[in-house]
Each structure stands twice: as structure tokens, then as C-alpha cells.
């Protein structure tokens, strides 16, 4: 097994191992977006050190984010006026309102390089608490993640 590294550089953005619990191998990167500061996070469960693949996920996403958040925003924007989601008028007007219904997007990867942009502040009442996710594949967003039965790690 190779030494789980304390901070390692994924194109521009450097990822520093934060603390977690002992199951989980956690870093951090912080990147500039055009609004600001975004997090990606890194998640590998049993802890180890990340594969190269994932390590390449990693820049690509950091290399793209504010791209990569647009298209996230647009499969939000047309996916959630489905059936199957049943949003309230309330919260269709909020999808439809000038000032976005999504904010403080962070990316996470996981171990195995799949990966999802959170939405960390929103609009809708679906999405309280922890936001809204959309997962992707590779570059292609394909499923809603509804984090409202989400938990807090510790």
C-alpha cells in the first residue's frame, strides 16, 4: 500500500488532506472561479492515496470548474421542470427567477474518479440543508442528486 500523501497538485489546483474520520481520506483544493472561490474535494473510502486517473478527474475539473458549473446549471434548469420532481409553483417561479436558484457550487470526487457538483445554497425547498447535486460522467452531467436526507460527516 502506498503512503496516503498529506497534499498533492492536480493541474492548478493543490489539494491538502484535511481531518476526517479514520474511514476516509479527505483533501481540499481551494480555485478561483470567475465569482470567486470554489472547493473540490477529494473523498476515498478506505483511505488511500488517489490513482492517477482520479488525480487527472481532478485537474480536468479544476481546469474547467466555472464551464463545468454552467453545464451543471442548465441540466438543473431543464430536469427539474420534469414530472418527476413535482416542484411546487413556488419553486418553479424560483427556477425561473433572474437571480438564480443555485449557489456556491463545490465539486466532490470520490475514490473511484465519479464525481458531482454540490450546490450548497438554494432557492428550492428540495434542496435545503445540504444543496442539490447534479453527478456527472467524465464531462457529462446525467443525474439529480436530492441531498435533503443527507448527513453531516463528523
Same mark, same amino acid.
Given at each position: 500500500m502506498s503512503e496516503i500523501p498529506t497534499a498533492f497538485v492536480a493541474g492548478t489546483a493543490e489539494f491538502v488532506r484535511i481531518e476526517s474520520p479514520e474511514e476516509l481520506a479527505f483533501w481540499v483544493a481551494t480555485? /478561483?472561479?470567475?465569482? $470567486?472561490?470554489?472547493e473540490i474535494s477529494l473523498i476515498i473510502e478506505p483511505p488511500a492515496a488517489p490513482e492517477a486517473d482520479v488525480v487527472e478527474v481532478a485537474?480536468?475539473?479544476?481546469?474547467?470548474f466555472d464551464e463545468l458549473v454552467g453545464d451543471a446549471l442548465e441540466f438543473?434548469? /431543464?430536469?427539474?421542470? $420534469?414530472?418527476e420532481w413535482a416542484l411546487s409553483a413556488a419553486d418553479l417561479a424560483r427556477l425561473a427567477g433572474a437571480d438564480g436558484a443555485f449557489g456556491e457550487p463545490e465539486?466532490?470526487?470520490?475514490?473511484?474518479?465519479?464525481w458531482m457538483m454540490r450546490f450548497q445554497e438554494s432557492a428550492l425547498s428540495i434542496a435545503e440543508e445540504f444543496g442539490i447535486g447534479v453527478n456527472f460522467v467524465g464531462r457529462v452531467p446525467q443525474t439529480i442528486e436530492d441531498l435533503?436526507?443527507?448527513?453531516?460527516?463528523?
Open positions: 480555485i /478561483e472561479g470567475t465569482d $470567486g472561490e470554489h485537474a480536468s475539473i479544476a481546469a474547467d438543473l434548469d /431543464e430536469a427539474l421542470r $420534469g414530472p465539486a466532490v470526487i470520490w475514490g473511484d474518479g465519479t435533503s436526507e443527507s448527513e453531516e460527516i463528523e
